[in-house]
């Protein structure tokens, strides 16, 4: 058997092995669960392609899950693998399900016999996330289904999907169907409606959002009446920050935005809304009649204090839909509606948000749209250390934009391994966390993790090195500081 076992992510409270091995009977295997579980369970072995039949009799079966109380939460899970048998408990179907993808790694691993192991497992931060940016870039509703599937695998459960941006608006909008201008480009509510229920099952939520009040050039496009200098205006290709946002001032603006987001709501289960809220130029609003009106109606200093209006009321008003707000941290402070959560990308603009809900996104660790010379496997894995000292911390996310990725190869050239890397750091326990062990079970069993990806980054190119490191991240920083200053934006 193998020195460290050929689990990502790796137990994160306690794994043991035993003396004798559990023979692996002819498939299909034989499982017996509460049937209240099944769908769960099933939607698990259907992800991972297994052959199984169902069995009521827990003594016939060769994997057994059984309900039992747990003080460890609702995804944690026992696992003991025994000569005769593979025994599950979990307190919830969430725990059951991830045991599965645990148990679905070993069997890759020894497809004849399993060693006989003991795991105890949770999860170290309730909220696992991916962020997919489809506005740049559009991938289809069927590659959204593999990146369940791929999340589910790795024990992440959240899909952000960043639907608007200056570059294009992916979602259909009944109250405002000219938002799309391409339907072979854009999803329908009903994919999304889809999506979410096979997303569901697999313990996965799928976060929209949907930005504003800047970036949003392909809303401006064909509803210029909502800017401040009445456009026309026409959707940029590429990365940048553009001066022209949604004007508040204009109170059919306004309508808009709450229009869209109760029809946001409405579609999307999760809880959480994302509003964007990053990268705001603010030079239109000081020189527009409208929002100049506004703010001095609502007796406000300056545009910092207008935007800080919009986001509240804009949380205020998810609130009446049962929903909280999502926010990139650039501008939110003690000033903003305590009901928002923050998603920290910027680390340097994280002040006065101590005892705000927050995700962290650091941008030199977690932006996967880079490639490994500024974000290596290495420091996505360490980011791990850095999270156990965050407070009202949720969990974390990686993201990827897409300026410049715009096919499936790309995309998981950029997703793998790093992704992996997230997904145990996300997982375990720091205290459990070893880059040795990871890189080292991932090198040896890579083809038993990722068989169906075929984009997977070489092992040679995971840890550039440093000097290289440092100076990308050097070049980049000038280039990313550049931007914000034409834009006329302090990081």
Known sequence: MHAHPPLIPFPSQSFAWKSSWFPLPAMPLVFSAPEAWRTVLGAGVASLKLSVQWSSEAGNADVFFEKTASKRGPESYSLDVQSKQIHVTAQQPEGAFYALMTLSQLLKAYPQEIPCCSIEDAPAYPWRGFMLDVARNFFSIDELYRIVDLLCT??????????????????????????????????????????????????????????????????????????????????????????????????????????????VSELFDSKFIHLGGDEIPLQRWAACPDCIRRRQDLGLSDEKDLLRWFCNEMAAYARTLGKHLILWNDYVDDGYDRSITTQIWNPLKATGQAARTSIKSD?????????????????????????????????????????????????????????????????????????????????????????????????????????????????????????????????
């Open 363 to 491: 941008y030199f660790h977690t932006y996967l749209d880079m490639d490994h010379a500024l974000v290596s496997l290495h420091t996505v894995y360490k980011y791990g250390r850095i999270l156990r000292d965050a407070s009202s911390l949720i969990g974390s996310e990686l993201l990827l934009w897409t300026e410049y990725i715009s096919t499936l190869d790309m995309l998981e050239g950029h997703l793998l391994p790093r992704l992996l890397a997230g997904a145990e750091i996300f997982w375990t326990q720091p205290d459990a966390c070893s880059y040795k062990r990871f890189n080292k079970v991932l090198r040896e069993n890579q083809a038993l993790f990722i068989p169906r990806f075929s984009a997977f980054t070489p092992a040679d190119l995971w840890d550039p090195p440093r000097w290289e490191q440092y100076y990308r991240r050097w070049k980049r920083k000038r280039r990313v500081l550049r931007n914000s200053r034409e834009a006329g934006i302090s990081l």
């Open 154 to 263: 790795f024990k992440m459960n959240v899909l952000h999907l960043h639907l608007s941006d200056d570059q294009g608006w992916r979602l259909e909008i009944a109250s405002h169907p000219d938002l799309v201008c391409d339907p072979s480009r854009s999803y329908t509510q009903s994919q999304m409606r889809d999506l979410q229920q096979y997303a569901a099952v697999r313990n996965v939520q799928i976060v929209p959002e949907i930005d504003l009040p800047g970036h949003t050039l392909a809303l401006l496009s064909v509803y210029p009446q909502y800017s401040c200098t009445g456009g026309p205006f026409e959707i940029p290709v590429g990365e940048g920050i553009f001066q022209d946002i949604l004007c508040v001032g204009k109170d059919e603006a306004l309508q808009c935005a709450k229009g869209i987001l109760r029809e």
